[in-house]
């Protein structure tokens, strides 16, 4: 492929290094100097930070965000058994987790112009099995959480929240991850929080849940050496910790200026032909972790091609839907079966989407798209 000096990435997690490499870097060696990498005062004031930050009353860091699901679901005693609501179109580890624990992942579909569960329909897969359910803030998108609630508390259903690709965003005021019972967050670098290493918390409201977490988390053992259940090793590092809470400060700004480059690309592409722009639900306030379109009548990797020799690179999240995965062929789905999700997998295209995205990259974006389609 022909290197083109003005190529613009899908994501860019280097240029915000360098906006605040100084910040990092003194925190980074004062936990060097400290001796202290595991746990202590950094991943403690992490912790009570990011519960303030998302308005709940317990957070608990962990390695990463499959380790908060995966923990969140033990705390539920959730197992064989059980069957558990969620997304196909999702990143694998929402569903990994529940059959990691033996119990079922149960697959509904999407809604079209959302990309997140069909939540006003999502009661017709609740069975006598159903322990729980996982929304996706799919793309920072928040799921009507309004709606979800009403009916769990009628079926008396678990709710937890897979908040990885939304930190920060909110549903009537409410951040996500304050709303179910538990709210799982991942850290990976590319997430609007994002670490440099894996990391991952858990909020609750709970006291109950957040302590079975904690001691889940680190051996199963609350006190020293006592240890009450088969726990798991996974904890924040302090160094991950202590370069997350500078960067908890900045979220709010990058977020809005996701929102900012959301909002140009929405008032031009929203009239182009052939695609289709992303819309936020009434209420929902998204943290455009992704701006995803949708490329109309099976053009959407030929665009995607097209818009690479253009210098503009973009992401395909997801080409295949969970309920259609090699891995899932022992459920039983049929292709045809949740057939939004797997249209939404052949026609969903990622722009280049991050704070420090220029006007003039977010003009060649729009430019070539543009284009590319007349
Ligand atoms: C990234 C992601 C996860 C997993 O988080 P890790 O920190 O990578 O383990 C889970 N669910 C969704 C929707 C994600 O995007």
């Known amino acids: 492929m022909i290197q083109n000096l003005n190529s613009i990435p899908a994501f860019d997690i280097k240029q915000q290094y360098t906006t605040i490499e100084a910040e990092i870097s003194a925190a980074v060696l004062e936990v060097l100097a400290s001796g202290r990498y595991i746990g202590g005062p950094l991943v403690e004031g992490f912790e009570q930070q990011f519960a303030a930050y998302i308005g709940v ?20 005693d959730i197992g064989l058994g059980d069957e558990v609501i969620t997304t196909p179109f999702t990143f694998i580890a929402t569903a990994e987790v529940i059959s ?13 112009t959302t990309f997140n569960l069909d939540i006003k329909e999502v009661a017709a897969a609740i069975t006598p099995k159903t322990k729980a359910i996982i929304p996706v803030h799919l793309f920072g998108q928040p799921v009507d959480m309004t709606t979800l609630m009403d009916i769990a508390k009628q079926h008396n259903l678990v709710v937890i929240e897979d908040c990885a690709q939304s930190t920060g965003a909110s549903w009537f005021g409410k951040k996500v991850g304050s ?5 799982c967050f991942s850290f990976y670098p590319t997430k609007n929080l994002g670490g440099c290493g894996d990391g991952g918390a858990i909020a609750t409201n709970d006291p109950t849940i957040a302590a079975k977490i904690r001691m889940l988390r680190d051996h199963g053992q609350k006190n020293r050496y006592i240890h009450e259940e088969i726990g798991v090793n996974s904890r924040l590092d302090a160094i991950q910790a202590a370069i997350l809470q500078i960067k908890l400060g900045y979220l709010d700004i990058w977020n809005h200026q996701r929102r900012l480059v959301a909002d140009r690309y929405h008032q031009i592409l929203s009239q182009v032909p052939g695609i289709i722009a992303p819309q936020e639900l009434a209420g929902g306030m998204g943290v455009w ?12 990797d030929w665009l995607r091609s097209q818009l690479q020799e253009r210098g503009v690179n973009t992401m395909v999240y997801y080409p295949y839907p969970l309920h259609l995965q090699p891995v899932y062929q022992s459920l039983g789905y049929k292709v045809g079966q949740l057939s939004e999700s797997e249209q939404a997998s052949q026609e969903v295209l990622s722009l280049p989407m991050f704070p420090e995205l220029s006007p003039q990259q977010q003009d060649q974006v729009i430019d070539s798209l543009k284009d590319c389609l007349s």
């Open 179 to 183: 709303i179910g019972h538990i709210g």
């Open 289 to 300: 972790n992704q701006y995803t379109i949708r490329v109309l009548n099976g053009k959407r």
């Open 100 to 112: 990691t624990l033996d119990a079922t992942p149960v697959f509904f579909d999407i809604h079209p």
């Open 57 to 76: 009353s317990d957070c608990v860091a962990c390695n990463s965000g499959t380790d908060a699901l995966l923990l969140a679901l033990r705390a539920c």
